[in-house]
């Protein structure tokens, strides 16, 4: 029962709601009378979800020794965070998949990513754990994110059971390497507090999609690149393969490039071509990409199954932050690398398992470039 967008428990409901719910739950189906009473569908809440990914790490061994490093500094370089998950995982020299990997941490919500003002470094800075939570029918639905370690996530189902939580889930992952996200439903929303509390998380977030015919200003798609002059100290490194799905140091006659440059001593810079004219630069690697694939014409974004979608190449374009981590949070689960089954240090694609839900609020206003046809 809803009324001025508050929802009443079923027992709370008037004593005339309660005999018509009564009634339209024994009534007989008109198609098939000698059938058992058709039950309600559910549909605000018990829409069900295509099988996909694997089982997440359960030791949380990453976050944990990431949470470790990060207890007393406030952010650490990327480039030793690729080193400390390298070792960790026993990745040797497979520097293309713990580069995903670590991806994969700050799409989930784990750490944040930012760049020195003098743009020589780039700095990982963990999150505090806290729940992101949204409604969905009566109930509420929240998502663990952040830095959380394998003692948080313990602590926090434990916490579940004593509020009476509806369910709480471990949700699938593309990679094994990566624990899944935690989700959780609960009847009533003063609930989260408690159970913020009770493991001494940060105070709750809250989602809203306020008119489904408009796109938050959040996730809207800006892949405009700057447009003034190249900074002359840059020099070429390696050019987008785009048979590959990475940078290859291999001269490219492409129609349209991306060449990475740098300088010995910042962050490198990624630069877009259309035969031999600069349509613009970036500090941004994905924004680059995205705008040469629009140039292109390329579609780069498959649906596999039914709202989960990869993009091919051992060093796969990624979808702007804040769409990945909406992902994470209201989809099937974090975005992140799949592997070859022959190799499993290779990666053969990257994974965002919206979900079909999701996927009808956000396809309408995805660049039409961007999508391939499904495969069957």
């Not at 003034?228 to 840059?234: I, S």
């Not at 300088?263 to 924004?287: A, F, M, N």
């Not at 702007?320 to 992140?336: E, M, T, V």
Request: aromatic share 8%; charged share 25%; hydrophobic share 40%.
């Amino acid at each position: 029962w809803r009324r001025n967008d508050t929802y009443r428990a079923e027992e709370d409901w008037p004593p005339v709601a309660r005999t018509l719910l009564s009634q339209y739950r024994a009534r007989p189906h008109r198609q098939y009378p000698d059938e058992s009473a058709v039950l309600e569908t559910r549909l605000d809440s018990h829409l069900q979800e295509v099988a996909w990914g694997e089982p997440g790490s359960n030791d949380g061994t990453v976050l944990d020794v990431l949470a470790a490093l990060f207890q007393n500094r406030s952010g650490l370089p990327l480039r030793e965070v690729h080193e400390h998950v390298g070792r960790v995982l026993s990745l040797g020299d497979a520097h293309l998949l713990r580069e995903q990997l670590v991806r994969a941490l700050c799409e989930s919500g784990a750490v944040d990513s930012m760049r020195r003002a003098d743009g020589r470094q780039t700095i990982l800075v963990a999150r505090q754990p806290h729940l992101v939570a949204y409604r969905r029918g009566p109930g509420w639905t929240a998502v663990l994110v952040g830095l959380a370690p394998s003692v948080v996530r313990t602590e926090f189902r434990r916490a579940a059971e004593r509020i009476a939580a509806f369910s709480l889930d471990e949700q699938r992952t593309p990679n094994r390497s990566l624990p899944g996200m935690l989700r959780l439903t609960v009847p009533t929303r003063p609930q989260l507090d408690e159970l913020s509390n009770l493991v001494g998380l940060a105070a709750p977030e809250y989602l809203e999609w306020p008119d489904v015919n408009v796109l938050p200003d959040a996730f809207r798609v800006n892949s405009q690149l700057r447009q003034d002059e190249v900074p002359p100290m840059y020099v070429a490194d390696a050019a987008w393969c785009w048979a590959t799905g990475s940078f290859s140091r291999n001269q490219s006659s492409d129609a349209v490039r991306v060449e990475r440059r740098r300088d010995g001593q910042r962050v490198p810079i990624y630069v877009v071509r259309v035969r031999d004219t600069i349509i613009g630069w970036s500090y941004y690697r994905t924004w680059a990409l995205l705008s040469a694939h629009e140039a292109y014409e390329r579609s780069f974004l498959t649906e596999e199954e039914s709202g989960v979608f990869a993009i091919a190449g051992n060093s796969p374009l990624h979808l702007p932050l804040p769409l990945a981590r909406l992902c994470a949070i209201a989809g099937l689960g974090a975005p992140g690398p799949r592997t070859s089954k022959a190799d499993p240090s290779r990666v053969d694609a990257y994974c965002y398992p919206f979900g079909s839900q999701l996927c009808r609020l956000l396809l309408p206003f995805l660049p039409p470039k961007w999508l391939s046809p499904r495969k069957n």
